[in-house]
């Protein structure tokens, strides 16, 4: 390659290396540590972490890991891996080796210092930063962005960068999130209720200025106007909060065990939020939640998989490169 390839640096949270005890402490620190994600002075938080935390939620996690782990490995690494070698055989096709990518996890292998030496080794001098992120928030996007920075830091030579902050309103983005539940209504029939669910941040964040729970309801209310829903056939909530304090309602959990009580018997839930399966997929909504639902009364729960490695969701990912990549190929 030239000196003036273009790297992709595809970026998303992490996992642990297995679903140990002592892989996923080692994740959760260096996870909950991060001033992004949890906003509590120092050392503070220091205390909480190490004294309680630590002590006690990665033996839980650990169990909830190996539920969903496979042969291959994390179902998050693995699908993320595949998303990448898809993506780079795209770019491959259109752009005849101008245009490189690299995976890298916020937290856990392979890392943003990992990803960004695999483009640096290419000799990439300008690299765009994508973060698998359809929604921008400060816990989870601006988190790859400081890690990014922080790694460049040590470079003597910096590459020209871009960073993608969000695409939740992207017309392909939407559409690929509707094909994915027309294809699985093809198949299961449609429900009484789709219920959308996305990733919580504390309600103190949006508070704060986080446009994230805006940027979500633009999503779930363009998917449910690509897929003609009435509004008693759609809604959307949030799932995955942690501790005592307030984090963006509905919550996903108390909503399905209220939805029997108002005669939804069948439920379809599907996580616009999430641009690959992993444990808050996989075992909080398939298995977690599908329990909640059945034992208020509901009678058929279905969870419809992210978008994955789906070729619509990869061609919207090539059509995000190239707009952000405009300007670079010409020059």
Request: glycine content about 6%; some cysteine.
């Given at each position: 390659m030239s000196e003036n390839s273009i790297g992709i640096l595809l970026a998303n949270l992490g996992t642990p290396d297995s679903p140990s005890p002592r892989d996923v402490r080692r994740y959760l620190k260096q996870f909950l540590w991060d001033p992004r994600v949890v906003e509590v002075p120092r050392?503070?938080?220091?205390?909480?972490?190490?004294?309680?935390?630590?002590?006690?939620?990665?033996?839980?996690?650990?169990?909830?890991?190996?539920?969903?782990?496979?042969?291959?490995?994390?179902?998050l690494l693995v699908i993320s891996q595949k998303q990448q070698a898809a993506l780079q055989a795209v770019l491959q096709q259109q752009y005849?080796?101008?245009?490189?990518?690299?995976?890298?996890?916020?937290?856990?292998?392979?890392?943003?210092?990992?990803?960004?030496?695999?483009?640096?080794?290419?000799?990439?001098?300008?690299?765009?930063?994508?973060?698998?992120?359809?929604?921008?928030?400060a816990t989870s996007t601006a988190a790859v962005f400081d890690a990014v920075c922080k790694e460049m830091r040590h470079?003597?030579?910096?590459?020209?960068?871009?960073?993608?902050?969000?695409?939740?309103?992207?017309?392909?983005?939407?559409?690929?999130?509707?094909?994915?539940?027309?294809?699985?209504?093809?198949?299961?029939?449609e429900p009484d209720r789709l219920l959308m669910s996305f990733h919580g941040i504390p309600q103190e964040y949006?508070?704060?200025?986080?446009?994230?729970?805006?940027?979500?309801?633009?999503?779930?209310?363009?998917?449910?106007?690509?897929?003609?829903?009435?509004?008693?056939?759609?809604q959307f909530s949030?799932?995955?909060?942690?501790?005592?304090?307030?984090?963006?309602k509905p919550y996903t959990d108390h909503t399905l065990a209220a939805l029997p009580g108002?005669?939804?018997?069948?439920?379809?839930?599907?996580?616009?939020?999430?641009?690959?399966d992993c444990l808050e997929t996989l075992e909080e909504i398939a298995m977690e939640n599908r329990d909640?639902?059945?034992?208020?009364?509901?009678?058929?729960?279905?969870?419809?998989?992210c978008l994955n490695d789906d070729e619509p969701h990869i061609d919207m990912l090539a059509g995000l490169v190239a707009r952000h990549m405009q300007g670079w190929l010409e020059s």
């Open positions: 050392l503070a938080w220091w205390l909480v972490l190490n004294l309680v935390i630590l002590n006690t939620r990665p033996r839980r996690s650990a169990r909830a890991y190996a539920k969903v782990w496979t042969d291959e490995g994390s179902p005849a080796g101008q245009v490189t990518s690299a995976l890298a996890m916020c937290y856990g292998k392979p890392s943003i210092a990992a990803g960004l030496d695999e483009l640096r080794a290419a000799d990439c001098r300008r690299i765009l930063v994508l973060p698998l992120y359809p929604q921008y928030s470079w003597r030579a910096v590459p020209e960068l871009r960073f993608v902050n969000d695409y939740f309103d992207d017309d392909l983005y939407i559409r690929a999130l509707a094909d994915s539940v027309r294809r699985y209504q093809s198949v299961h029939g949006a508070d704060a200025g986080d446009p994230y729970p805006c940027q979500c309801e633009v999503t779930a209310m363009q998917l449910a106007k690509e897929l003609e829903l009435q509004p008693a056939q759609w949030f799932q995955s909060r942690l501790g005592p304090k307030a984090w963006l108002e005669g939804v018997n069948s439920v379809q839930v599907v996580c616009p939020g999430f641009s690959a909640v639902y059945l034992e208020a009364g509901g009678k058929q729960y279905d969870y419809i998989p």
